[in-house]
């Protein structure tokens, strides 16, 4: 079963647009990971955020977390032809032995 | 640039088939896990290895297994193979040391069964 489940499931922006998505999870986690992926390949890391912090940038993105919600939210700012990618939230619980528990994704094109 | 690799890039093979797919993972990296992702999922835990012994593992029937070797490197074994086990199979690893629960993911292996 997946634990984070993504909103929206497909975005669509114009190049210069700020791109928001959501994630929801369902029990108490450790930390909290974002990740992109282009064209099915691998994923790459881009934030990690703890389960003790609300809010971390890491240049164009900033990622919140509320743990009385269960819910994060990734913030692409001045979206580029080159964010286009899926974006996937996951959730670590050390209870968990530190396994990932993935939503389901976002897609996301940028238009030029 | 992760410096987690996997081996080979595609592979196909028909149902019922044996399987084996690899991952090298940068040095000191003690901990491996494998992902299974079919076509517009997120990706599922199989297992995670840690200095050569299985330490976790998700909702997958035992004819998946792993091993991991001391030299960093490890392999994911699929027997029986199913039509549903087409999917891409990513490896990630994480330091034990240094505090950081980052895990760097591999450029994965797509596995088409037929």
């Known amino acids: 079963s997946q634990q984070g489940e993504e909103d929206p499931q497909a975005l669509s922006i114009q190049e210069g647009e700020n791109a928001t998505m959501n994630c929801s999870y369902k029990?108490?986690?450790?930390?909290l990971q974002w990740y992109r992926q282009n064209s099915g390949r691998g994923l790459v890391h881009l934030i990690l955020?703890?389960?003790?912090?609300r809010e971390k940038h890491s240049g164009r993105l900033r990622v919140t977390l509320d743990t009385s919600k269960k819910s994060s939210s990734l913030l692409i700012t001045a979206s580029r032809a080159a964010d286009t990618a899926s974006y996937f939230c996951a959730t670590d619980r050390r209870a968990a032995g530190n396994k990932l528990t993935f939503g389901g994704g976002t897609r996301v094109l940028v238009k030029p | 640039e992760t410096g987690v690799t996997q081996s080979p890039t595609h592979l196909i093979k028909t149902r019922g088939q044996q399987v084996t797919l690899r991952c090298s993972s940068q040095?000191?990296?003690?901990?491996v896990s494998w992902y299974q992702q079919a076509l517009g999922q997120g990706p599922q835990f199989i297992f995670q290895?840690?200095?050569?012994?299985?330490?976790g593992r998700g909702n997958f029937p035992p004819r998946f297994s792993g091993l991991q070797f001391p030299n960093y490197s490890s392999e994911l074994n699929v027997n029986a193979l199913e039509l549903d086990d087409s999917a891409l199979y990513l490896c990630?690893?994480?330091?034990?040391?240094?505090?950081?629960?980052?895990?760097?993911f591999g450029p994965g292996t797509r596995l088409t069964v037929l």
């Open positions: 290895y840690y200095r050569e012994e299985e330490n």
């Open positions: 029990t108490s986690i450790n930390n």
């Open positions: 955020i703890r389960s003790n912090e």
């Open positions: 040095s000191g990296h003690n901990t």
């Open positions: 990630a690893s994480r330091p034990t040391s240094g505090g950081t629960d980052t895990q760097y």
